[in-house]
């Protein structure tokens, strides 16, 4: 069952506490790997990613504009180079343009990366721009056909979808809360705060 689906499923305390106990009693039995999606949404939610998942577009329409209303982004600038979203998403009173000053970056993306959580860009998204000068707030329109297992796996299909043109500055996006700014492994990199809006493909 998909996991996006499982979301939606209620789970029983009892039955919880009885998969927990039968997790723990596999100590020395070699864990099964997580399909991708699962350890997409666990290395994402991980990361401090606000992911809302939609079956249909009219979804996606819905949660977008909840987003623009939880953060009174209605009616203000928004950082967007992608003529497919502009068009898409024209009816929320949005200045499209190239501000970096702009209230949130809004752009779609090149993979999902399950083993990371991230979310992998390249200048087909953010040109030769650096990931600390957009803005603070981003929103990323996906879809779950994107959903990759590891990053060489993300790399390759970039290579195979742009075999005249290789895109350059390729990023991936994977940390989402102030506080990873102080973790080692997060040096180097830039925390935004992250909405992503997956719509159901498959």
């Known amino acids: 069952m998909n996991l996006f689906k499982k979301l939606f499923k209620k789970t029983t305390p009892e039955k919880e506490q009885?998969?927990?106990s039968k997790a723990q009693?596999?100590?020395y039995v070699p864990e099964k790997p997580l399909p991708a999606d699962d350890r997409f949404m666990q290395n994402f939610k991980e990361n401090g990613g606000k992911f809302i998942y939609c079956?249909?577009?009219d979804e996606v329409q819905e949660n977008f504009?909840?987003?623009l209303v939880e953060n009174d982004w209605y009616e203000k600038e928004v950082y967007c180079t992608d003529?497919?979203?502009t068009s898409k998403f024209n009816g929320y009173n949005l200045q499209f343009c190239t501000n970096f000053?702009?209230?949130f970056f809004f752009s779609q993306c090149e993979s999902l990366i399950a083993d990371s959580g991230g979310v992998l860009v390249s200048s087909n998204q953010i040109h030769e721009t650096k990931l600390k000068e957009l803005p603070y707030n981003v929103v990323i329109f996906a879809k779950t056909s994107q959903l990759v297992d590891t990053l060489s796996e993300g790399l390759r299909i970039?290579?195979?979808?742009?075999k005249k043109s290789i895109p350059t500055n390729i990023t991936t996006i994977k940390n989402f809360e102030s506080r990873t700014e102080n973790d080692f492994m997060s040096y180097g990199s830039s925390t935004k705060n992250l909405y992503l809006l997956l719509?159901?493909?498959l």
Request: overall charge negative; aromatic content about 0%.
């Open 18 to 20: 009885k998969e927990t």
């Open 25 to 27: 009693t596999s100590k």
């Open 55 to 57: 079956e249909n577009i």
């Open 65 to 67: 504009d909840n987003i």
């Open 83 to 85: 003529t497919v979203l």
């Open 101 to 103: 000053q702009s209230s």
């Open 158 to 162: 970039i290579k195979t979808r742009n």
């Open 199 to 201: 719509l159901e493909d």
